[in-house]
């Protein structure tokens, strides 16, 4: 089992939905937790961080982090052709672990 | 505040060459983190340094792999006698500050192909 899973994908909305991307982590102590966006042939940009239980909201992006099911979350509102990218979790501290990622496709 | 900054871009060298990387960390940042990223996989975790402290070794790293940061500023990472599957892209990332809250910001990477 990976340390931190996401659904593999891909996913693919019409412009103007919602899309909403998932993650699971193993280490019950991890207190930092991440959204990265990655364009193909590019390095991965910081889009979220999360470090409390509940919702954060920027823009059009929430976060949403559970730490008693180690989940964490990502909405996208108003999906944009822009936001056509893979998605990583990552949860960074003392160990740095990443997602293998979710590539998003927003449709025209 | 220039970003972190990496060198070369790319790198073409045939198997059994050594290779060196070389990333410049946003000034004030005193944590420096390299990565190896393949096609499809998120980018995986080789080593950390804090200051010029290497802190983490992935236990993935092979002998072949050194990673240097003197007097905690830019940091060298080198591969000795590379192998096909060393092709990959290697990412550098640093974080610091009293408000980082471990936040990592990357370069943009060198990708590495071993013919």
């Known amino acids: 089992q990976k340390e931190v899973e996401q659904n593999s994908g891909p996913l693919s909305v019409p412009e103007g939905a919602i899309a909403s991307l998932n993650c699971t982590y193993s280490d019950r102590g991890s207190q930092s937790f991440f959204w990265y966006r990655q364009y193909s042939g590019k390095s991965p940009e910081l889009i979220m961080s999360i470090y409390s239980n509940g919702d954060k909201e920027d823009g059009r992006f929430t976060a949403q982090l559970n730490k008693a099911s180690q989940y964490v979350s990502l909405l996208i509102r108003d999906s944009q052709p822009s936001d056509s990218a893979t998605y990583l979790c990552a949860v960074l501290g003392s160990k740095s672990t990443f997602g293998d990622g979710t590539t998003l496709t927003v449709k025209p | ?115």
């Open chain 2, 1 to 115: 505040d220039t970003g972190v900054s990496q060198d070369p871009r790319h790198k073409i060298t045939k198997r059994g060459q050594n290779v060196t990387f070389r990333c410049d960390p946003i000034s004030e940042h005193n944590r420096l983190y390299w990565y190896r990223q393949t096609l499809g996989q998120g980018p995986e975790f080789l080593t950390y340094f804090q200051n010029e402290a290497q802190l983490e070794k992935s236990r993935l790293l092979s002998d072949r792999f050194s990673a240097e940061r003197p007097k905690g500023s830019f940091s060298t990472l080198e591969i000795q006698r590379t192998e096909q599957g060393d092709s990959a892209m290697y990412l550098c990332a640093s974080s610091g500050g009293v408000a980082a809250k471990n936040i990592q910001y990357f370069g943009a990477g060198t990708r590495l192909s071993v013919l």
